[in-house]
């Protein structure tokens, strides 16, 4: 081919040229419209042997090129470039893109909305005023971090520090003495009826020593008589404010513990406590639904299991004394049982008399304002003068060493009323006086025997390292 073929005016490569004339007399004929254009103004494209730039040619710039280009939308305008006239009719581009940012739709009554940011689920973390309803009875299920109970818990950041002393009245810190008046959710208070106590306390300490002096087998038979009672007592009072325990393997565990630690010693134990569990969460595996509470319930059903016989448990390792051991004496148990209970005893009436005397000084206020420290101090003094007059007399053949005895009266001097306080710190939680009221003027029986669950322990322990029969 010659290249004479392409030299008319109407060749390939002038068609633009002509089409642009048409386009630019309609122009002018008509009022401008932005539109795009893919006229060559963009520039020559690179060959097509060079490799690619990446990046999007650019049109040489000129002033007679600027003045000349139509309006190009940009995607940062106008919510990426949609024009307005593509937008359908009655419609504009704030109600296109409303309908991405409406408000949340509003939840009917019976649906349940998921917690978000803005309103967080009850109880959650996000909000820190958000409280969790304690459950009612209809609902009958306990939600973590709540108090069954539904009692109102007075602030430990009050404006006024109110004292408490032991005859019963509240004082300003720094103030004069106003009258007493209930606090909500404090256990009313009412003193012993004495008489009534003595009574009851002699009864209690004949039956003890009567068994302590027929058998090994008859106190331990007592021991598991009160924990079964003491065990009843807690699980039937934390029912009554709104928990579901599982009664009978917490009961059958409390009165079973004393017995096998005494038959098989302290490797018994763990078995006990284990199977114990093991039951409890039976009881709950067998439930309908979770709205049983387990978790709660399991962990309150445990509670008393360790507390109560786990602890009264160490009786009857005490009493194992009796019949084995290298040393082996009919009264190396028995007589340790019974130096326990004489110096629980007389560290709680030293702590009652000298408390009330000369009692100014809260011991842990926020559990029980009636204990001081002043009490405290007198019930050690009593222990110890006790414990030795009763072994210097002669009346006790294991314990017969005044520095054993001594160690015996400051460790019951301890944790004698630690036990009380934890009982009482209990007590105070669920907003009752008592657990019970078996015995007549002490209350119930934990609430008579709750100095004894952490002294069994740790008298066993010091009766192991001291071995006061081999002296």
Known sequence: MSDDMWGDSDSLFDEPERRRSEDESTAASQPATPSFSFDDESGPLPHWTEAPSGGMPRPDESEEDTEQRLPVRSFDDDDLGILDDDIPTGR?????????????????????????????????FDDPASVAEPATAEQRRIVIGTDPSGMDRPSSTAKEAVREDSGGTRRRAGGKAKASLPRPG????????MPVATAVGILLVAIFVGTLAYRPWATLTLVAVILGLAAVEFYDK???KGYRPAVVPGIVACVIAPLAAYWQGDGALPLVIMFAFIATAGTYIGARSVDIG??????????PIVWIGLAGAFAGLILRFSTTGEVLRADNGTDTLFMLALAVVANDVGALFVGAAAGRTPLRSWISPGKTVEGFIGGALLTIVVLIIVGIGGWNTTWDSTGDLLLLAI???????????????FKRNL?????????KGHGGVLDRFDGFLLTLPTVYYLTLILEPWAG
């Open 92 to 124: 504009s581009e704030d109600d296109l893109w409303a309908t991405f940012t409406a408000e949340q739709p509003v939840w009917q009554p019976g649906e349940t909305p998921e917690p978000t940011r803005e309103s967080p689920a009850i109880g959650s």
């Open 186 to 193: 404090a256990p009313a208070t009412a003193g012993r009826d």
């Open 238 to 240: 934390v029912t009554e």
């Open 294 to 303: 387990p978790l709660p319930n399991v962990s309150i059903t445990t509670l």
């Open 411 to 425: 460790v019951v001097s301890i944790f004698a009323p630690m036990g009380d306080l934890v009982e009482s710190m």
């Open 431 to 439: 907003g009752v006086k008592d657990f019970g009221s078996l015995v």
